[in-house]
């Protein structure tokens, strides 16, 4: 089974408003990575956290490591936050490091 | 930041057909990794490396073969494409961190 369950799968947000994406994981996982996927279809760096929380202008992810999820904060939505989010939790059991992913949410900012 | 290349950006082949992807790092990252990423899947594993001559199989390894000549370099091989492998693939490379992508390929099976 997928060991990374994304919440919502899609989400409508008005320019100005704000809401939380989540990630439960499964399995214990050691870090979780958050990207946006642009219109054109590029993977945009957001978050590393291997715990605790980072805040970066108007995004703001958490990592639970001992409760198994994540969340990522979008507040003031502006048009330019539209497209797709994933998170990508690290784990694994081979030594080498692992990524699973979840299967996204689709974020449509409205005017 | 770590700079991610891959070639061709868009491919156009036959059923049975060979085809050949490649990526490039320029950072010296130890991990490279290639996914492919289909409508509802999201991104799925197929192989990685640590380091050249490193492989290790993902999760949807079957009917794909990856080679790492040097640490720069990271193939992907389908040596008899079928059309469920049509699909945008992605490389990436790490530093034992964060991940970094390149801007991906489309690959079209007919």
């Known amino acids: 089974g997928d060991q990374v369950e994304q919440s919502p799968s899609a989400l409508s947000l008005h320019e100005g408003t704000g809401s939380a994406l989540r990630c439960n994981f499964t399995t214990t996982m050691r870090a979780v990575q958050w990207f946006q996927q642009n219109s054109r279809g590029s993977l945009i760096n957001l978050f590393y956290?291997?715990?605790g929380t980072k805040e970066n202008g108007r995004l703001k992810s958490t990592f639970n490591s001992k409760e198994s999820y994540s969340t990522l904060h979008i507040r003031d939505a502006q048009l330019e936050d539209s497209g797709t989010y994933f998170c990508?939790?690290?784990?694994?059991?081979?030594?080498?490091?692992?990524?699973?992913f979840g299967k996204g949410t689709s974020l449509t900012v409205i005017p | 930041e770590a700079a991610v290349t891959q070639s061709p950006r868009n491919k156009v082949t036959v059923t049975g057909g060979n085809v050949t992807l490649s990526c490039r790092q320029t950072n010296s990252h130890n991990y490279m990794y290639w996914y492919r990423q289909d409508t509802g899947h999201g991104l799925r594993l197929i192989h990685y490396s640590y380091g050249a001559g490193n492989l290790q199989i993902g999760d949807v390894p079957d009917g794909y073969k990856a080679t790492r000549t040097t640490q720069e370099d990271f193939f992907l091989l389908l040596e008899l494409a079928s059309p469920s492998q049509t699909s945008l693939y992605f490389c990436?490379?790490?530093?034992?961190?964060?991940?970094?992508f390149g801007p991906g390929t489309r690959l079209t099976v007919l």
């Open positions: 990508a939790a690290e784990g694994g059991n081979t030594g080498y490091q692992n990524f699973y």
């Open positions: 956290l291997a715990s």
């Open positions: 990436a490379s790490s530093d034992a961190y964060e991940q970094y």
